[in-house]
């Protein structure tokens, strides 16, 4: 089965400072990479996704993320981090559903980042 | 604006008395999820529909069906809520694949208390 991981449980950034959110995954065949971002009782909210083409993909609300191959990873990225930007970050990999062969996203275990005014 | 629509966003229901949460969509997606997320947990697949053809994960609990009448509604039926049903629920849809656009796009989630 493929995963996904995200190794930090919370991240901590000044305001105006850049962030960065790790994710590393695991896949057979080409990988599908997402990113959502999800703030308190809401639900997800889609950011950027790679699926093929250029490393560097650009989402919403300026966030980036950069797809490397050769270190199986897909780090979210933003130059310049807004108190607003304080939410729970979720990774994620479409996965192979058992025998049916269908599609869902599985989902790393999440990382809340923190911006300090 | 085309979307996903939970209802109700929170629902308190009693220990053992069944419960219905709803999700429709106006994306006329042929895939509809639904995901279990507790505490601030990565979302759970518990099943999804691949237009009519209903998927159950292995692990998902008998406790739990779903129906969709149609393409735009799905249901989440909770037959005997435990204290341990507590947890956000969210719906999703996609697109088929091969059709465009590959993300999920999620509902609000309906947050669920068991008393």
């Known amino acids: 089965a493929q995963s996904v991981a995200q190794p930090e449980d919370q991240v901590n950034v000044a305001e105006g400072n850049p962030l960065t959110v790790k994710c590393t995954y695991s896949?057979?065949?080409?990988?599908?990479l997402f990113w959502y971002v999800q703030y308190p009782n809401r639900g997800l909210q889609f950011l950027l996704k790679y699926i093929t083409g250029d490393n560097l993909v650009k989402g919403s609300y300026g966030f980036e993320a950069e797809f490397n191959k050769s270190q199986t990873s897909f780090h979210l990225k933003k130059p310049s981090a807004l108190v607003s930007d304080s939410a729970l970050y979720f990774c994620?990999?479409?996965?192979?559903?058992?025998?049916?062969?269908?599609?869902?996203?599985?989902f790393g275990s999440g990382t809340r980042l923190q911006v300090q005014p | 604006d085309a979307m996903v629509i939970q209802n109700p966003r929170y629902q308190v229901t009693q220990f053992g008395k069944p419960v219905t949460l709803s999700c429709s969509q106006t994306?006329?997606?042929?895939?509809m999820y639904w995901y279990q997320q507790k505490s601030s947990q990565a979302p759970k697949l518990l099943f999804h529909y691949y237009d009519k053809d209903f998927n159950n994960e292995a692990d998902t609990p008998d406790n739990f069906q779903s129906r969709r009448p149609n393409t735009s509604f799905c249901f989440l039926d909770i037959r005997s809520p435990g204290l341990g049903d507590a947890a956000m629920y969210l719906c999703a849809t996609s697109r088929k694949p091969g059709q465009g656009d590959t993300e999920a796009f999620f509902g609000q989630g309906t947050r669920l208390t068991v008393v």
């Open positions: 896949v057979s065949g080409n990988p599908y």
């Open positions: 994620a990999v479409r996965d192979i559903l058992g025998l049916t062969g269908r599609r869902a996203l599985t």
């Open positions: 994306l006329n997606h042929n895939v």
